[in-house]
C-alpha cells in the first residue's frame, strides 16, 4: 500500500435516496447518477479522493449478499478512510457488517431529501462524513441529523424520519 | 457548567464571504445576517446547537481587539465543543489567537464563495467543522477545501484562493 | 367586476409534478403545497395576483368532472387573466375543456421536474404564463419548454418528454 | 431573411447584476460569463434561440455609444424578436434608445439579484421575456417584478428597489 492511497479517502456509493432522480415520464423516483463528485467540485475540494459505485439499490432492497460485497470492499482499500453512501432505512444494518472494518475509519451517510432537491441534507452530510473520517479514531460512524453517531449507538427512526441515540 | 451545555455546540459569527447578500441598489455586497439557522435547518440537524453572532465583519478588517473578543467568547463557553464562522483571509491568525482554548474542540470555517449562491462551499464547510467538533480531540482546527487542517499547518494560498498544508 | 379584479391575476393550482415532494419514510413522492407563492416572492414579483388551490392531483388521475370544475373556476373568476399550474401529461386536454374561456386569456404551465428541485424549470415556465396573460390576445395558451405554445397546436411528446408543436 | 431567422429569438447581453459572480479574492462582485445558455438548459428550452454578448457592463458605465451599439446590433438581427439581459439602473434609457427597434418584438430583462444566487429573479424574468417576445404585438417592453411593462411607462424606483408604472 502507498503512502499515497492511504493519505486518500475512497467513497463507496450504493445507492439510496441521495441520489434519487425524477422522471416525470413515469412520475416516479429513480437512483441516478451518484451526486458525490458535483457535491465535492462546489465544496471546491482539493483533497485526494477516489469514488467507485458499488450499486444503485434502495436500502430496503439490500440483501445480505450486498452487504458482504460493501464489507469487502471496504477491507480490500488501500485507503485507511472510507467514506459510504446509502440509503437511510438499513443503514446501521450495513454499519453492523461492516465489522471492525480492518481498524479503518469508516462513516456513512445518506440524505432524507434527494442531494437533487434545492433543499437538502446531502451535502451537509456528506461533509459530515469526509470530516469525520479525517479526525476520528478508528470506527465506524453514521453522519446524520447534524451529528456523528458512533454506528453502534443510533437507529433510524421512522416516526419522526430521523437518526436518534439509542 | 451543566452536563447539557457540555454536550451542546456552539456557533460563534463573525462574518466574512459565508454571510454575504448582494445590494442592487448599491451593487456592492455586504454580510447580512448569518445563514447558520438556516443551514442547520436544511441539515435537519437536531443537535443541541447555541448560535451567538459577535460581529460582521470581512476578516481583513478584524483588529486585535476583535480576535481577543473571539479568544474570550471561545473560553467563556460552557460548551466543550465551538464552531467559528470566519472570513477566510485572517482565518489561520484567529485560530492562532484561540491559543489553547481551554482544552475544547474549536473548528473554524468559512467559505469561498457566499452561502447564497447556488453554488457555495459553505454548508459542506458547516458540515465538517461541526463534525470535527464532535469527534476530534481537542485543538484549533480548520475546516475548507474539502480537509480539515491542524489550525498552525495551513495557510490560504491566495494565488489559488484555497487553504493549503504547510 | 372592479376595476381592480379586472387588472389583478387569478392563478389557479390543480397538482401535477411541479408541487411534488419527496418524503424518505415512504420512498415515494407526493404532491405538497402549491410553491407558487414562494416563486413569485423569489421573483420579486408586484403584480396583483390572487392564488386559488383547486386540487392536487397528478394530471393522470383527472376525471372529466375535475376538468369541468376547472373551467367552472375559470369563467367565474373576475380576473380576465388566469394562470393554471397542472400536470404535464394531460394539460391539453383540460386546456381544451377550458372552451373559449368567456374571452380571457388563460396560460397553462407545468414542470417536468419538481420545482422543490435545484433544477427544474418550473420557475421559467412560471415567467412565462405570468407574462403570456399580460401581453397576449384573449385565448388559451400552454407555456412549456421555452415556448408559449396555442394550446391546439401542441401535444406532449413522451419518447422525448417534452411539448412539441402539432 | 430566412423564415428561420425570423422564427427564432435572438438574446442579446450586455452584463448587469444578473451575471454579477463573486471573487472572494478580490472581496467583490464581478460580471461573468452570461448565465443565459444555463437557464435557457434548466428551463428544458427546446426554442431555437441564438446568444450574442455584446458587452459585460454595469448599465450604469454604459455610454452613449454603449446603447447606440445595442440599437445597431437589434437593427441589424435578422430576427423579429430580440431578447435583452441589461442592468437595471439604466435599462430604461437603453429601451428608449431602441426607438421603434424596427418592428421587432424585444423584451428588456435584468435581476435584482445574481443569478447565481439560490433566490434570484434572473430566471423569471427570463422566462417573461422570452414568452413576451413569442406573444406581444412589436414594441419594446420591460420584464421585471413580475410584470410586463410597456418600455415607456416604466421607471426603476430606487427608493423600494423595484420597477413601477409611471
Same mark, same amino acid.
Given at each position: 500500500?502507498? #503512502?499515497?492511497? !492511504? =493519505?486518500?479517502?475512497?467513497?463507496?456509493?450504493?445507492? %439510496?435516496?441521495?441520489?434519487?432522480? $425524477?422522471? =416525470?415520464?413515469?412520475?416516479? $423516483?429513480?437512483?441516478?447518477?451518484?451526486?458525490?463528485?458535483?457535491?465535492?467540485?462546489?465544496?471546491?475540494?482539493?483533497? *485526494?479522493?477516489?469514488?467507485?459505485?458499488?450499486?444503485?439499490?434502495?436500502?430496503?432492497?439490500?440483501?445480505?449478499?450486498?452487504? #458482504?460485497?460493501?464489507?469487502?470492499?471496504?477491507? !480490500?482499500? *488501500?485507503?485507511?478512510?472510507?467514506?459510504?453512501?446509502? %440509503?437511510?432505512?438499513?443503514?446501521?444494518?450495513? #454499519?453492523?457488517?461492516? %465489522?471492525?472494518? %480492518?481498524?479503518?475509519?469508516? #462513516?456513512l451517510l445518506g440524505a432524507l431529501a434527494p442531494a437533487r432537491f434545492a433543499e437538502s441534507d446531502a451535502t451537509f452530510n456528506l461533509g459530515?462524513?469526509?470530516?469525520?473520517?479525517? /479526525?476520528? !479514531? *478508528?470506527? /465506524? $460512524?453514521?453522519?446524520?441529523?447534524?451529528? /456523528?453517531? !458512533?454506528?453502534?449507538?443510533?437507529?433510524?427512526?421512522?416516526?419522526?424520519?430521523?437518526?436518534?441515540?439509542?
Amino acid at each position: 500500500m502507498s #503512502a499515497d492511497a !492511504a =493519505d486518500g479517502i475512497l467513497i463507496l456509493t450504493t445507492g %439510496g435516496t441521495i441520489d434519487k432522480l $425524477y422522471f =416525470d415520464a413515469l412520475s416516479e $423516483y429513480r437512483i441516478g447518477d451518484s451526486v458525490v463528485d458535483r457535491l465535492l467540485r462546489t465544496a471546491r475540494s482539493t483533497l *485526494p479522493v477516489r469514488v467507485e459505485e458499488l450499486m444503485r439499490k434502495d436500502s430496503l432492497d439490500l440483501t445480505d449478499d450486498d452487504r #458482504a460485497a460493501i464489507a469487502a470492499a471496504v477491507r !480490500a482499500a *488501500p485507503e485507511r478512510r472510507v467514506v459510504i453512501t446509502h %440509503g437511510t432505512d438499513t443503514m446501521t444494518d450495513t #454499519a453492523a457488517a461492516l %465489522g471492525d472494518s %480492518g481498524g479503518r475509519t469508516v #462513516a456513512l451517510l445518506g440524505a432524507l431529501a434527494p442531494a437533487r432537491f434545492a433543499e437538502s441534507d446531502a451535502t451537509f452530510n456528506l461533509g459530515m462524513a469526509v470530516a469525520t473520517v479525517q /479526525v476520528a !479514531a *478508528p470506527g /465506524v $460512524y453514521i453522519a446524520m441529523n447534524g451529528t /456523528v453517531f !458512533a454506528a453502534d449507538r443510533v437507529r433510524k427512526d421512522r416516526s419522526v424520519n430521523a437518526f436518534v441515540a439509542r
